[in-house]
């Protein structure tokens, strides 16, 4: 554990070598949509400053978040701080009722057996839950559940016989057979991030308005709709909106198209402002020539566009044509803060190191933005040997993780934001002044390398507690309303796979001391049969103490691509969606977990694969170790021209695609970026 305060570690730099170059190529008032004239009915932004809140009294709820017993957006508020206050049913064991023998699966659902989806059913979408909504006549808890086959499931939460059943489902379209053929997902790729409800009682017709994003085929074309659909009825509400957007670059002063064949809609979504707002970033960093980082808005009211939007990477030009600067987080959501403005954390762009050049290019930091998407308010980019550059070229996304607002406490020194990425860093950065690339960091810890995103709690004792999930630990901070910093309180271990890092969310009944859980959701550590874990931690256990209740809660066969799952507690119960299902667990719980068979391969694969670590880069190829054997060479240019190619790590893995000729030299015509651990280099 290494902890500073007040400035930024100094960390040995790795050697890594970029092969070749890539050849030329191309929380204002809400209402419910209504058919009313195309136009954005939310008036300009008139602060942005996030300076801490006004109140006198500290609340143990993080601003705008659902009513209790609703869980409408991801890690339940627009903060994204994870934290359910208003848990009054479960409390950690040995006295609690979240232990061993007295908690476990009430009811699991299958999902896809009526569609046929079930290959394709994939949850890479939090739950979302909608207490007392009256279905087809009946009122009730909902849990409502969105796949990667465009297949939305409205499923009974309540407890008693109806709990776990499939009240209403749509598919929303045919889904995208692998983009790009990128591993990163799925078979297919369609509702890949979490979707986000605005609760309206006085619409008694539909409860409220459920905005989702989905990735179709129209006319065989890759496309990206914008829906709005009635809770009660999954109908649309008022026509889809078509993801489209423009935007100048410079200094050629030539216009950028958004392309949905190479972006991928990942973040949650966030309702703020009286907007609807998604983030893009990339397949993979193939086509880097092509895809770019956007965050895009539309007025909730009617789906029209805003008349901005935000391009993070402008430039017209770069040495290997590698863009980039994408929003992805792992499918954590754009956050946003008491004022509205609007905070995220961007990934690599060009493998050089050397196209950091805000406002035009705003990579690996964490950025600031007005609610109109019109100002680039501030942002936070880390320098030194784990800086911008450095990072770039060893493609150690900054953006691997997200950013959480830190709710804002009397007396506070300064109001606050924590964000970490691959490099392991989580940095206290205040959110009042970012500070650019000189920093304004309060604090910066060690937290293992974070495919991630933080979680927050208020103690029993009045004092904030930031949860991070870096590496395969869970670590408690510590961060006091004076001075503003990062204390280190305690830390629990969680075995899993994949790259490093899972998420984590908290539940407790307000400040009430001993009701607080840490829940967590680990990632397969071998490919089949490919089981993810539930575990329950006590924050105030002693550092290194086992989970007070742990199980298996389902699966995730596709090794290829990080199980991002994020647990989700409401109403004394805990939801699950994994692969093909969702298992919900409370107390009295005795289902044995309901854990899908991998599917049958959706597609044949390329001519032939191979998958090894690089031990040596040249200008037009690489030498790999594959899990077995001697070292091979990989031929580079054909994947590299034609910009389907990560950046090449020495150390790092990779997923070769293309033949073989007979001198044992792999022709490579894709090279996508693999997990470190040999177990789950498995063909697609």
């Known amino acids: 554990m290494v902890v500073r305060t007040g400035g930024r570690l100094c960390w040995a ?162 889904p995208v057979p692998r983009p790009l053929h990128c591993g990163n997902n799925g078979p297919a790729v369609g509702i890949n991030s979490t979707p986000v409800i605005h609760l309206d009682p006085t619409d008694p017709t539909s409860g409220g308005t459920m905005y989702v994003m989905s990735y179709e085929l129209v006319n065989n074309a890759p496309t990206y709709k914008l829906h709005a659909l009635n809770l009660m009825t999954l109908a649309d509400k008022i026509a889809p909106a078509i993801v489209t957007a423009s935007h100048t670059l410079t200094p050629s002063n030539t216009t950028y198209s958004f392309d949905a064949s190479v972006s991928r809609q990942r ?139 830190v709710p804002d406490l009397p007396g506070q020194a300064a109001p606050t934001l924590v964000a970490a990425g691959k490099a392991g860093h989580l940095y206290l950065v205040n959110r009042s002044s970012l500070g650019h690339n000189t920093g304004s960091v309060l604090a910066t810890v060690s937290v293992g390398a974070c495919w991630c995103g933080p979680s927050y709690f208020l103690g029993a004792d009045g004092i904030r507690r930031i949860v991070s999930s870096g590496g395969h630990t869970i670590q408690l901070w510590k961060a006091p309303a004076s001075p503003a910093t990062l204390q280190p309180d305690r830390s629990f271990g969680l075995g899993s796979g994949q790259d490093p890092g899972f998420f984590t969310t908290v539940s407790s009944n307000g400040r009430q001391a001993k009701t607080a859980i840490i829940w967590a959701i680990n990632r397969p550590t071998d490919p089949n049969p490919a089981k ?61 977990p309901l854990v899908v068979a991998p599917p049958a391969p959706a597609r044949a694969a390329l001519a032939s694969q191979i998958f090894g670590k690089i031990l040596r880069i040249g200008p037009s190829q690489i030498i790999i170790q594959p899990a077995t054997g001697r070292p091979v060479t990989v031929d580079t240019s054909k994947a590299v021209a034609a910009d389907q190619s990560v950046a090449f790590v020495v150390g790092r893995a990779v997923h070769v695609f293309g033949p073989r000729d007979a001198a044992g030299i792999w022709h490579a015509q894709q090279i996508q970026r693999a997990k470190d651990s040999p177990a789950l280099w498995l063909p697609f």
């Not at 409390?91 to 009526?114: D, E, I, Y």
């Not at 103490?545 to 805990?574: D, E, T, Y």
């Open 267 to 405: 973040a949650a979504l966030l309702e703020a402002n009286g907007r609807i707002y998604a983030a893009f970033a990339s397949f993979c960093d193939l086509s880097a020539n092509k895809s770019r980082g956007w965050l895009l808005g539309w007025a909730e009211s009617n789906l029209a566009p805003l008349p901005s939007n935000q391009l993070e990477n402008r430039l017209s030009s770069a040495p290997h044509f590698f863009y980039l600067s994408s929003i992805w987080m792992s499918g954590y959501g754009v956050a946003a803060g008491p004022s509205g403005a609007l905070y995220f954390v961007t990934g690599n762009s060009d493998a050089s190191g050397t196209t950091y050049s805000p406002p035009n290019n705003v990579q690996e930091s964490v950025v600031k933005l007005s609610a109109d998407l019109t100002t680039l308010v501030d942002y936070f980019t880390p320098t030194g040997p784990d800086g911008v550059g450095p990072l770039d070229v060893r493609d150690e996304d900054f953006g691997s993780g997200g950013a959480m607002v």
């Open 532 to 592: 993810v874990t539930l575990s329950a931690f006590d924050p105030t256990a002693v550092t290194g103490s086992a989970p007070v209740f742990s199980s298996v809660a389902g699966s995730w066969p596709n090794p290829s691509a990080n199980a991002n799952l994020v647990p989700v507690v409401a109403n004394g119960k805990v939801f699950v969606a994994s692969f093909a299902s969702l298992n919900i667990f409370g107390p009295g719980g005795t289902l044995a």
């Open 13 to 174: 730099v790795f050697a890594v070598i970029f092969a070749g170059c890539v050849a030329a190529g191309s929380a204002g008032a809400q209402t419910r949509p209504t058919d009313a004239a195309a136009s954005d009915p939310v008036a300009a932004d008139t602060s942005v400053s996030d300076t801490p809140l006004a109140d006198t009294a500290a609340s143990p709820v993080p601003a705008a978040s659902a009513p209790p017993g609703n869980v409408t957006t991801y890690h339940y508020d627009t903060m994204r701080t994870g934290w359910n206050p208003n848990e009054t049913v479960l409390t950690p064991g040995p006295t609690g009722n979240v232990k061993a023998g007295s908690f476990g699966v009430l009811q699991r659902v299958q999902l896809g057996v009526a569609t046929g989806d079930t290959a394709n059913d994939y949850v890479d979408a939090q739950p979302l839950v909608v207490k007392a909504l009256t279905i087809k006549g009946t009122t009730q808890d909902v849990v409502y559940v969105a796949t990667e086959a465009n297949n939305i499931y409205a499923i009974s939460a309540s407890s008693g016989p109806a709990l776990g059943k499939i009240l209403v489902q749509r598919k929303l379209g045919p």
